[in-house]
């Protein structure tokens, strides 16, 4: 062993080495489970999936209103079809000896910005308003974020779809949300929020621009507390359902090594025409 | 275009292609989106997550008592810390800059035949000696499993527990899994030749070999219908919530490129000797 | 901290943990970097990207000839174009904000026992047949697994293909092998047993069934000395450039979330007709 | 069928499906595979895996001598051992049974914008400086970037190490651009920059901050003509080669699912103590 390698050792105590894997989340002795500090097996006989999924993102428990409308928003987005790329792609993966683990490490790992991150995105711009409101009036705080998004030509993450002229996902959803308004147990500020932003997208135009699913599970994730960040883990567990359910009806079938179109298909070949390797044969 | 591909697409329907990625899953029209046949504001409005998890692996709404036990299957299997290959890695990608869809990927990703596939593997067991019991008894069925995996020294998937001498989660689960079978929404197959085997295998030991958290779920998932291969998918819906309450845990810290083991503990190094490229400085 | 950790601490030793992460491959000290026991330094002045891989996966520095014969087996399997789904999905999830990184593990996720294995079946396959050949004829022993799989319906991996009748391939790289075998530099054992499977193969059909990319390349490896399991993983090196030249040409364009098919085109739906959730509105 | 589904068909061809997945890289009929229009054959005959990197995502093939310095970069990058995540991340998968090719979907999947994308945002960099560079001088050009970067508390992407305190791999490397500078086959513009970048950063430091590995390659990349992602990618293929190394060296031993630490050292807990869910009991 060299001297720095000694030295470094010398200098090292086991508790650099457990403090480095320190988490808040699991605490685990022999016989005994703690997840956020509760037994594992009082959370197995009285806890709902969505609240534990609460409670491990969280650190705490849910009221019993907001796991509802956790609940409800983890429902709406399991799946809109295989024309969706991580759809799509699991459903390949399904077909090339991956396992279903793979297939769907394929799926999640598709739910990038662009795909996966449209409600994270609106429940960004929904803070960024709310933050401005602070000084200012919410008619005015939405125009500007318009303008400014008209100005570089970017589109209002959480509104419009490119299928459906109004998402059916939508009005369920703030169905939902206004309900809990009513009986106060959220504010409806970013639900206020979002429609405002929906009915200045509309003003002027023949087509309304109604929110879509990011937008209205955006709505429901900013209600509930959740980081901007999360409202991408949440959408990627919910959508993990539907990766599962195609993944494993794919795998039901006999295809092997899948591919996007049907194999007597030919992709349309666009670059250069037939050469010669330089001083080939030579 | 060359001959083969005027031939190729002069025999191409466009029905060739929609039917490629034919579905019985997702149906969606314009303002509309059915899964399974259900309008999905109906499912938003009354369906619980693990309710819609069933309904979209299996095709059908589970009865209550049903979606109630998966619930309990998945709520247990969530977590088990930052020493499961799969949390860590997912740890150490949220470290890298490549999003929480890339960290959850990652440890999806991880959740193979060895780190995910015990579940699997005992459904598999338990439907072999429920095969073999329409033709003779119980125990010999289960007797002669473990003296094929006595033979050849393979381990009993589902039983044992590397850290737990019992694993806290195997009381409530099969507790759950027997409240069911007496009041009869289960038929409780499953239970008793896991039971059998548990019995059988502490027979002559010092001490017992308990089923753990992959057999009892195994049972739960068995009597629930579910084939096997669906247990590994059910198995990483629910580690998911694991990995992405890790992975969020871990980005908020300000780590970098987290490797393994903390920076000043270099590895024991174990190849050749320091030496020379052959013809080197010639 | 609970009795348990207390005890794991004091009977663990700083060496368990940096013995935890033993390799053979690189050696670290400041200032210093070793490769399988050569200074980084020296192998950058004069070693090749193939010998690197070599030496890298196996150990030690190949003779010239036999990188080179590795570098034309890693030239030819780089690419056959977007049907392929580890192409198809790296395509896909290059639209999905997910950066090259994400896009080039989702294309190398998909090479699995399916779509990634048949070179390295068809070298255990041959080592099977070089094993029997031991104590009996070339013949005989190509005769009996080619009767082995006929029984079982199997396909014989490393033979035939879907598109080509007779893969482009297959002739250079056997030419390549066939020159090392007359030079002396590999044995061509495995060149005589793939050869004697493919005249075998032919045999009393109308269309003889070639060799394809995965059998000439599993000759090759397999001469080199490589172990089946690094087959695949020579391979994934090979593929991951067609991988890389399809994920950033589509990052060039403007498409986000490319699906499988057109957006005009939706898939075929199979399942149940439409339907009202049980109790739903009551 | 639905009218809208029959609309969407009627007024579709099959050229919108094979123009889906036009491509400029892959030309393939019966017998015939092309790549960027040079027939397969001739390129495993006389082309190099680094000529052939080269070929596949710029479209032609580079001179000798741009092909020996791509080629010392792609060595010179292979590995830094097991305490980078990628490489552990790999390792743990390859005990979790998930396949080589899982393992190294794994490793690259964690090479994102912190972990692999330093060389792709120097490569950024100095376009930056050769551009302001246009209308001013390059001492100039460089001390603004250097001001910006200090004035926002960022460090320079290719620049110093943690570990090393020079990378011994920079100077090999700068000797290889500077040879091909001095024989006029590349233009040295990158590496002046580059070296400018360097003396001003070491200005008025008691220790320099060398070029390290990503600042290096980045210069070699970027003097070649690649643009910045295609730095990142190039990098993947490199490191691609020690994630194969390690998960193979891994896979060979006997540990099955290897957390990051050894077994019997616990993790610190730091959440919540131990607590009653509420009505637990009731």
Request: proline residues 6%; hydrophobic residues 40%; contains cysteine.
């Amino acid at each position: 062993m060299s001297a720095a390698r000694e030295k470094a050792l010398a200098q090292a105590s086991s508790s650099d080495v457990t403090d480095w894997w320190s988490t808040a989340i699991s605490d685990i002795e022999p016989g005994i489970i703690r997840l956020r500090g509760y037994p594992v097996e009082q959370l197995i006989a009285g806890t709902s999936f969505a609240q534990m999924i609460w409670l491990m993102v969280r650190g705490d428990l849910p009221a019993p209103e907001h796991a509802r409308l956790l609940e409800q928003a983890l429902v709406a987005a399991v799946d809109h079809g295989p024309q969706a790329p991580s759809i799509a792609a699991a459903r390949m993966a399904a077909t090339c000896g991956v396992g279903l683990h793979g297939s769907m490490s394929t799926g999640v790992g598709l739910l990038g910005d662009i795909h996966g991150g449209a409600g994270q995105q609106c429940m960004q711009l929904l803070d960024d308003i709310r933050t401005a409101t602070v000084a200012g009036d919410l008619e005015t705080a939405v125009a500007q974020q318009v303008a400014d998004h008209r100005a570089t030509g970017s589109y209002i993450p959480g509104f419009g779809h490119r299928f459906h002229a109004r998402d059916p996902r939508r009005d369920p959803l703030l169905t939902a949300v206004q309900q809990q308004v009513d009986t106060g147990t959220i504010s409806g500020d970013y639900l206020r929020i979002a429609e405002e932003l929906e009915r200045q997208l509309a003003s002027g135009r023949e087509r309304p621009v109604p929110m879509n699913i990011d937008g209205a599970t955006a709505v429901i994730y900013a209600e509930l507390g959740f980081a901007p960040e999360l409202g991408r883990g949440l959408f990627i567990l919910s959508r993990s359902v539907g990766i599962l359910a195609h993944a494993y009806e794919q795998s039901l079938e006999s295809q092997r090594n899948k591919g996007p179109i049907p194999r007597q298909w030919l992709w349309t070949y666009s670059g250069p025409a037939d050469r010669t390797v330089p001083h080939h044969g030579e």
